[in-house]
């Protein structure tokens, strides 16, 4: 695919931001490669973050069962105006690209809470198949569209390495790329991290939105992290990986096929160049 429909969300305060110029840059390549854009600016949009029960333009009397009635309300055209706005932008994407600075290890809030109200059940999750069987995990209500995070991090790229006191990149970010994109039957893209971001002067940012702009011209082909699919054969019926996968082996790595994460042999070569 040439072109793909890019839905891009995103998620700083001010547009004057660090986030906010890597946005323009993200953007403007997008557009230079001929793909078709769509942004949501959550902050610019006074997005809200919070699920509760006015989500639901039929309001439930009784207890208010989360799941259960977003997939009726889902079915039925009947969740809240902003959320279906959301969800159609949505299901035309092709990629989709969450843009924000890491706060406490997670996205800002006003993200966080896109992904709980949008990403509904029997759009997101719970999702059957002819069967009955839940997709998720390689295969979904959203497969077939592919996933990008883009994220600025205060802390330097060795400190989220394989011994980084701050945890490897590859698992804090674990939730978004394999609970989240993969879960829905995404292809998730490894993510595109700037560190050091509080102190990037001129030459930093040049280089960060270079590397930006290259990791988006690959976005129709690049290669997804490869994630276990749940339906491969290689889990149990409790869904634990078989022990003859990766014996022995614990940790959130050994999810993926290749046998650890990539960016472990890219820091392993920054760490030994030092
Ligand atoms: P800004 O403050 O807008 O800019 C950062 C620097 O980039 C400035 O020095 C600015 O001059 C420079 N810059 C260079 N070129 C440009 C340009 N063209 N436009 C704008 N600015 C430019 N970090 C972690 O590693 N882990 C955490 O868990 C974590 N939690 C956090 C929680 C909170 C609540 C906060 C506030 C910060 C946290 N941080 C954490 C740090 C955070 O990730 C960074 O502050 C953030 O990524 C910086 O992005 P920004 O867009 O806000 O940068």
Redo the contacts with the bound molecule.
Sequence with gaps: MDHMNVLWIFA?P?Q??????LRDEGLCALRELGHHVRESDLYAMGWNPVLDRSDFEQQPSGRLLVGAEQERAYLDGTLRADIRAEQDKLEWADAVVLHF?????GPPAILKGWLDRVLAQGLGFGVKDADGRTRRYGDGGLAGKRGLVV?????RESS?GPRGI?GHIDDVLFPLSHATFFYTGMDALPPYV?YG??????A??AEAAHGLRERLRALPTEEPIPFRPEASGDYDEDLVLRPDIAPGRTGLAVHRRDGGPTADRLSRRVLESR
């Design positions: 700083h001010d004057r931001s660090l986030n906010g110029a600075p890491l706060w406490w290890f994220t600025t991090v205060g802390a989220f701050h700037v971001a509080d102190r990037l002067d001129a930093g940012f």
